[in-house]
């Protein structure tokens, strides 16, 4: 019972919180397009700023951890190849293909798997997932401008690739708060103090904005798409890469790090890229709906599981 709660207190805010979002929507308070503003508003200002503190108010030594960054980019890797190799056979169109490989391999990370960390966690140094984040979030960008390119018929250019990952909010914000560690600056106080209140409110936020994301009333063209999503995503995807992390030894934080890499739903930022390169935009969008609604009970699984393994 002690770790049902446990688990219940760290999702249940997630899901309230999107539940706060798709409410504020249905009353008229946002819509589409204030929920586009805000979103490139948190991307380019609020979670540089969260991924800096967390990284900057960290040790570094401990912060940058070599094992759990290759086991992540590996099975981010695998994950891609395996969803790639799945939705060869089982889609017929090139563009809803591209989707469902995106669908499957993609999570967000920043918007649920974050705030689920520092709720199993506590109140705990947060900057090995912050590195974890800077990380894994630019693969996932470069593995889908590949796919969708391919499949859309475009050569990708390495080039505007590199250059892409290197003007990114959030590869910014994580490279100036390792470069002011390693050169020891100290930043004055009222300086860290907004930071810190910009971090405190972008976990919140960014879940209300997903939650006022949120549209139904296309779910039922895209059933068996969006089965395989949603399977693959947080059924398939968790069960054998937390599965192995835990048989290789990773525990804790580390874990829980992971369980936000693997067990997330799917990004909102699929929506926008397959709507720019080609790809099923709308089933892109309710990919991300499906996730995001289903997610908070699977999440809840994963980390009752854990829990009770004594792995968290």
Known sequence: MENFLVCLNAVLPVFLLMLVGYAAKCLGFLDRGDVKKLNALMFRMFLPVLLFYNIYSSDLSSAIRPRLLAYALAAVLAEF??????????VKERGKRSVVIQGIYRSNFVMIGLPIVKSLMGDV??????VLLATVVP???VLAV??????????????????DILKNPLILGSAAAVLALLLRLRLPAAVLTVAQEMAQVSSAFMLVLLGA????????????ELAMIV???????????????AALGFRGL????LLGVFASANATTSFPMAQQMGGDAELAGDAVVATSAVCSFTLFFWCLLFKNLGLF
């Not at 190849?81 to 089982?90: G, I, V």
């Not at 140094?125 to 912050?130: K, S, Y």
């Open 231 to 245: 399977v693959g995503r947080l059924i398939a995807a968790p069960g054998i890469f937390l599965g192995l992390a």
């Open 81 to 90: 190849a395996l969803s790639a190799l799945f939705a060869r056979f089982a």
């Open 213 to 224: 994301f949120f549209r139904f009333d296309g779910l039922r063209r895209h059933v068996k």
């Open 254 to 257: 580390e874990l829980a790090a």
């Open 125 to 130: 140094d947060l900057g090995p997932v912050a």
């Open 139 to 141: 693969l996932y960008n």
């Open 146 to 163: 590949i796919v969708l390119e391919y499949y859309n018929g475009e050569k990708p250019r390495p080039g505007k690739m590199v250059l």
